[in-house]
């Protein structure tokens, strides 16, 4: 690199460095805002390399329940790093995958008996995916169909990309997916159509699976439906021999007030997709569980019914440190009583702006509460409503990003109280300029 270069690269400001080579997810670079420079975290805070303080009130893309720069789960990583930071997974094992295993045993539903590790969510749903269709496969039946909900989100690589329905996110890819079959999520007075929808398409189709975010569909703004509807979704496939996965990415580990959504019913998944808190925000790391049964149809003799899917990093020790000391952090009294403290903040919260002439509904779900707010038109993804509200936020200190016209709060459990009022107040602020 020439001087002069050094020199211009001194003088640039982070950003400007940055918008020279960096590609951003979801991001039309032509329109979008330049990015903030993010120096440090803490707990719910961030500091830009201003000084300038932000309330994280969306833990990170949904990833950090213990907070920033958690010293129980570095220090964790660091120990691990220093004795063995990676070995491969093909032929090796380690006590900090064996011991995640463990422990994560004692917290999923009791149906679950065999993990698979993988690097992020979209990985997790690709691994369910695929062993869904191979376990027809390898029992020579012939069933394809993949179910999903309408406006589903379960990742951007091209099963999880296929599964997912929110428009925009796979449009330039239509026509090259394996076979989805969409049904209606069976929000307030839509449930009759939707298990029909069901219904209809296992009857006319060769369905292998049913791939659900249970209770809150997230990336569609935290579209919420009951507990009792899923159980007859659940029922539905159960006597059909299709199976379920519950995509529970976003929902896992305490957001929706239990330890996963699907605690909330008694049918029990297959197949369990978990990722972004399981290690609390701090190295990419995803596990799909599974059934005795699911397991069982690929042990054979026959290496060709084996599942040849893995990852580089599968099991990487230093994730499965952070996974493991997570999981700590998650069964502490004083995690579980955040979750219940966070809900009742919402609670109060919500009774507050229910009635606000700019507010159309209001739904809450343990630490996630969501706000409709009132726009004239269809208010896009990425509309002007929606970038109103997000230059408010950040112009005030607090991180939220508005799903169109949706605005929810998904804190870090370690949100303190004040935080959590000073986030409702911004966006009661905010109401008064939309
Ligand atoms: C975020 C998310 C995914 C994808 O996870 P990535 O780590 O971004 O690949 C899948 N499913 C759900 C429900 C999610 O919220």
Redesign the pocket.
């Known amino acids: 690199m020439s001087t002069i270069k050094n020199v211009a690269l001194e003088t640039a400001t982070l950003v400007e460095r940055d918008q020279k080579y960096l590609w951003h997810p979801y991001t039309q670079h032509k329109t979008a805002a330049l990015p903030i420079a993010i120096a440090k975290g803490e707990g719910a805070l961030l500091w830009d390399e201003n000084g300038k303080e932000y309330i994280d009130a969306i833990a990170s ?2 990833v950090n329940p213990y907070g920033h720069s958690n010293r129980f789960i570095a220090d964790a990583i660091y120990k691990q790093l220093t004795t063995l930071e990676h070995v491969l997974f093909g032929g090796f094992t380690h006590e900090p995958a064996v011991l995640v295993a463990e422990k994560l045993m004692e917290i999923l539903p009791k149906n679950q008996q065999k993990i698979f590790f993988s ?7 690709e691994v369910a995916i695929k062993v869904a269709l191979q376990y027809f496969f390898n029992k020579g039946e012939k069933r394809t169909t993949i179910i999903a909900f309408e406006n ?6 091209f099963g ?1 990309m296929a599964a997912s329905g929110i428009s925009f996110f796979v449009e330039a890819f239509e026509g090259m997916f394996i076979d989805v079959v969409r049904i209606p999520v069976p929000v307030k007075g839509h449930e009759q159509e939707s298990y029909d929808a069901l219904q209809n398409v296992i009857n006319t189709k060769n369905c292998a699976a049913f791939i659900f ?1 249970p209770l809150v ?3 569609a703004g935290m579209v919420m439906y009951e507990p009792k509807s899923l159980e007859v979704l659940m029922q539905i496939c159960k006597e059909n021999q299709v199976f379920n996965i519950a ?5 896992g580990f305490g957001k929706t007030g239990r330890n996963f959504a699907t605690d909330y019913v008694t049918n029990k998944p297959d197949m369990m ?1 978990l ?2 808190a399981l290690t609390g925000g701090t190295i ?1 790391m ?1 596990i799909t569980t599974f059934t005795q049964d699911l397991y069982d149809a690929f042990y054979d003799d026959d290496i060709n019914k084996a599942l040849f899917h893995g990852h580089t990093f599968t099991a990487n020790p230093t994730g499965c440190a952070a996974a493991l000391a997570s999981l700590t952090l998650l069964q502490t009294d004083e995690m579980q009583s955040n979750i219940v403290r966070i809900h009742d903040n919402h609670k109060v919260f919500e009774k507050r702006i229910k009635n606000h002439p700019k507010i159309v509904t209001t739904r809450i779900l343990g630490t996630i509460i969501a706000l409709e707010v009132v726009t004239d038109g269809a208010a896009s993804y990425y509309g002007s409503l929606r970038n109103k509200l997000y230059d408010f936020f950040i112009a005030n200190g607090v991180v939220l990003r508005p799903v169109g016209n949706i605005v929810y709060v998904l804190p870090p459990y370690v949100i303190s109280d004040e935080q959590l009022q000073k986030v409702y107040q911004v966006i009661e602020n905010a109401l008064e300029i939309v």
């Open positions: 893309w949904w690097d992020n969510g979209s990985t997790a749903v589903a989100f379960h990742g951007d690589t999880a975010e569909l997230g990336a995509d529970e990415v976003m929902t997709c990722s972004k990419p995803a």
